[in-house]
């Protein structure tokens, strides 16, 4: 990369790339801007002009706007306690020597793979269905009333449907960490006289602060748009409305682009506040 | 007080027996090397002392107690690792004091025993570092300082130069030896480098395939070999092994003769040979002979400045009262 020409090349083949990074990005973000300084109902006169920040101030006004933050928050949260939790107990596991271990590493792995459509609609049909499903009949056979999971405990349903599908990401990371920790340390740790519990505390858990940090940042910014899941089941009703689920209300359901539009930069922006709080903290758990 | 007896100690992985039956006693105050090729167990057997290998069958005794089945931090042995196994998030400090917290020491004594051991080791200006901040030596300082803090019956070793480079592998090989004598505490130390036995050991335990095949002072080892490994294994360069009319000649299957204890000459002696390869270190040189009818070429020590080249013919003399003789199964004849 030293020369002139090497590096006006390089810029070259760079370019395609660029343009369509550029062009897939700032068009879609663009045209959310524009819109959401217009009032734009596609079927009730179409786009009527500027309305100034008539948007932004009644997206936010509006009864519906900070209850779907709050679900946001419990979603997003939820989901990161219980696959986090869950996902460095899994990876403890699936760590000891045992018969059988790569088959059973790919089927913890398998829920990653399957479409979150498909996920939520499994779940829903074959477990949480009151009628139906796998968790009525084990209700019932203890002699107890079927939970209607997702008119009941709705949020929940989601959360546990999410955490399903995420556990595996959490897992093998976490895996892939406690791998990598060198097992002379916790040797160490033996003969200084830590038991099991504080060898976990003091040695394994700070070894995977790293892992966990970016299994927090990656999951944080794809369940921020959680969409599929709660279309299939709930439809948003029963204090399922998120953010996300929110803009999409206002866009396609109430027709107004415009409305929908403000609601989409202020998703912009809360995903930016958490993305710059994430960043300090790996970067500061990167530079140790 | 850190006597170690090993009494008919076995260690199978599976089908494999890696250490057949084997017995052995350390005393205490004693540094106590083993030392062999790698894969020779020597470093299975010090973790069955420390207790992370379990013991297929035998016993191992610490100060008269059966230690067979205690877990390893109530033996009140320490061990300093190959890779240190420092805790990388912990400071000097604090991967110091790990033994004491965990013992539940107050925290002033903590203090005290930890800036102690950080004054006799040259750490304190770096306590407040972190591992990754430090280098090797300094490293393998501050793990055996975790180990000196624990005042343990005794410390184990295991290859702990051998991440080191040239120069500081001799400083350290000092330090410990330095740590022994003021400490009087028992060491057992592994290594595969037989200049480290040679020079720090009080007793030297040659193993091979997880036997014993010879514990002694190092300089009986020098001196009386039991046997050819020992012979060949012990000894910088090693000792040249003869078969043949040479043997026979002197009643023996093999016949042994350090490079040190041959006289070269360019005019006359017992064996006519050629000059090969010369390694000329200053103090010593050594010549790669080549005798007529033999393969392997025989090793010799001349002084510092000897006037013979590549090619040249010399004649080489031995000394007839150094000469080791092993019978066709490799033992001593004495």
Known sequence: MATQHSRSAARLMMAPAVILLLGWMLVPLVMTLWFSFREYLPLRGGDMGFVGLENYIRFVTSSAFWPSVQTTLVLVGGVLLITTIFGILLALLLDQPMWGQGIVRILVIAPFFVMPTVTALVWKNMFMDPVNGLFAHIWKFFGAQPVEWLSQWSLFSIIIIVAWQWLPFATLILLTAIQSLDSEQLEAAEMDGAPPLKRFAYIILPHLSRALTVVVLIQTIFLLSIFAEIFVTTQGSFGTRTLTYLIYQRVLESQNVGLGSAGGIYAVILANIVAIFLMRIVGKNLDA | ?334
């Not at chain 2, 076995?10 to 027996?17: C, D, N, P, S």
């Not at chain 2, 010090?46 to 033996?75: C, F, H, M, W, Y």
């Not at chain 2, 000894?235 to 000649?249: D, F, T």
């Not at chain 2, 390694?279 to 033999?294: C, N, P």
């Open chain 2, 1 to 334: 007080m850190g006597r170690i007896v090993l009494d008919k100690v076995k260690k199978t992985f599976g089908e494999v027996t890696v250490i057949p039956p084997l017995d052995l006693e350390i005393e205490d105050g004693e540094f106590v090397v083993f030392v062999g090729p790698s894969g020779c167990g020597k470093s299975t057997l010090l973790r069955l002392i420390a207790g992370l290998e379990d013991v297929s069958s035998g016993q191992i005794r610490i100060d008269g107690q059966d230690a067979t089945n205690v877990a390893p931090a109530k033996r009140g042995l320490a061990m300093v690792f190959q890779s240190y196994a420092l805790y990388p998030h912990m400071s000097v400090r604090k991967n110091i004091a790990f033994p004491l917290k965990m013992a539940k020491m107050e925290q002033a004594e903590i203090d005290r025993r930890v800036d102690s051991a950080a004054s006799v080791l040259n750490l304190t200006p770096y306590l407040e570092r972190r591992p990754g901040q430090l280098s090797g030596g300094q490293r393998q300082r501050v793990a055996i300082g975790r180990a000196i803090v624990r005042e343990p019956a005794a410390f184990l070793f295991d290859e702990p130069l051998s991440n080191l480079d040239a120069a500081l592998r001799v400083g350290m090989r000092l330090e410990i030896s330095e740590l022994h004598k003021r400490l009087a505490t028992t060491m057992v130390y592994v290594t595969h480098d037989q200049v480290e036995a040679m020079t720090m050991a009080d007793k030297i335990v040659v193993l091979q395939a997880g036997v014993i095949e010879q514990v002694g002072s190092p300089l009986t080892l020098y001196h009386t070999p039991r046997n050819k490994f020992v012979a060949g294994f012990i000894g910088s360069p090693r000792m040249n092994l003869l078969e043949g009319p040479e043997a026979q000649k002197r009643g023996a299957h093999t016949v042994g003769i350090r490079p040190e204890h041959i006289t070269p000459s360019p005019t006359e002696g017992l064996w006519k040979g050629r000059v090969g390869v010369s390694e000329h270190l200053g103090s010593d040189t050594f010549f790669h002979v080549h005798l007529e009818g033999r393969d392997e070429p025989i090793t010799v020590r001349a002084g510092g400045e000897v006037d013979m080249h590549h090619g040249d013919t010399i004649w080489l003399t031995p000394d007839e009262s150094r000469m080791h003789r092993f019978d066709k199964a490799g033992l001593r004849i004495s």
